[in-house]
């Protein structure tokens, strides 16, 4: 099922596939990993995931059967219920105009390799991985700013934002962002040193402490909503 009715919107999944197109949506909507988009932190993790031995198959909410799951040891990492049914939504073209791209702290060289193989295993719909959709979204081209090694930092406001900025053409105050900010407020530093040229205006943030749900996930389109809108 589609987020959208908890926007009080039509679901376009049920009206010949037509994106919303009344509605403003980000242009780029970035999401932390660790304990955001999926439940571990991946410096907790023991191993690499292998795609042939380590995916771990379920029911993809109401899209059929795919990868829910990856091992890494004994470690399940698993996207949030919202980030999934997010990402469904962009898969189907939901969003109009808006593309997706992860800014992630991760803080070894190893911790990385977990995360990147993670979400080269993970899927969102039967056949297409997260990684898929991210590379879908920019022809191939690898945007995302994963890990804290240089020219990367922890602070993601000093090194994530202005490379994905510089990365994608796309404007801070046309970005929608997403950290659990447990380890860090990332979405203040971002807010507070990532401001647009001309308007002054910083990406929305929204923190997600327990994972990216449907409520947060709702809310930070309805906070962009209203901001573009000048509500």
């Given at each position: 099922?589609?987020?959208l009715p908890t926007l009080?919107?039509?679901?376009?999944?049920?009206?010949?596939?037509?994106?919303?197109?009344?509605?403003?949506?980000?242009?780029?909507?970035?999401?932390?990993?660790?304990?955001?988009?999926?439940?571990?932190?991946?410096?907790?993790?023991?191993?690499?995931?292998?795609?042939?031995?380590?995916?771990?198959?379920?029911?993809?909410?109401?899209?059929?059967?795919g990868v829910v799951g990856?091992?890494?040891?004994?470690?399940?990492?698993?996207?949030?219920?919202?980030?999934?049914?997010?990402?469904?939504?962009?898969?189907?073209?939901?969003?109009?105009?808006?593309?997706?791209?992860?800014?992630?702290?991760?803080?070894?060289?190893?911790?990385?390799?977990?995360?990147?193989?993670?979400?080269?295993?993970?899927?969102?719909?039967?056949?297409?991985?997260?990684?898929?959709?991210?590379?879908?979204?920019?022809?191939?081209?690898?945007?995302?700013?994963?890990?804290?090694?240089?020219?990367?930092?922890?602070?993601?406001?000093?090194?994530?934002?202005?490379?994905?900025?510089?990365?994608?053409?796309?404007?801070?105050?046309?970005?929608?962002?997403?950290?659990?900010?447990?380890?860090?407020?990332?979405?203040?530093?971002?807010?507070?040193?990532?401001?647009?040229?001309?308007?002054?205006?910083?990406?929305?943030?929204?923190?997600?402490?327990?994972?990216?749900?449907?409520?947060?996930?709702?809310?930070?389109?309805?906070?962009?909503?209203?901001?573009?809108?000048?509500?």
């Amino acid at each position: 099922r589609s987020l959208l009715p908890t926007l009080k919107l039509q679901d376009p999944r049920y009206s010949g596939h037509m994106a919303v197109s009344s509605v403003p949506f980000p242009e780029l909507c970035v999401f932390d990993l660790d304990a955001c988009l999926w439940d571990k932190e991946m410096f907790q993790m023991n191993s690499i995931p292998d795609p042939d031995v380590d995916a771990v198959h379920g029911q993809l909410g109401s899209r059929g059967m795919g990868v829910v799951g990856v091992m890494s040891g004994s470690d399940c990492i698993s996207l949030h219920k919202g980030a999934l049914l997010a990402l469904q939504d962009h898969a189907d073209g939901v969003f109009e105009g808006m593309k997706i791209a992860c800014a992630s702290s991760a803080d070894t060289p190893f911790a990385e390799r977990v995360g990147r193989a993670a979400l080269r295993i993970l899927e969102v719909l039967p056949g297409l991985t997260v990684w898929d959709l991210l590379m879908r979204d920019w022809e191939g081209l690898d945007v995302n700013q994963i890990g804290r090694q240089p020219p990367l930092s922890s602070n993601k406001a000093a090194t994530h934002f202005p490379r994905l900025k510089e990365a994608t053409g796309i404007a801070y105050d046309k970005m929608l962002f997403f950290d659990d900010c447990n380890w860090g407020d990332h979405c203040l530093m971002v807010a507070q040193g990532c401001k647009d040229e001309r308007s002054g205006l910083p990406p929305v943030t929204v923190r997600t402490p327990r994972g990216l749900g449907e409520r947060e996930w709702a809310r930070g389109l309805e906070l962009y909503r209203k901001r573009a809108s000048g509500e």
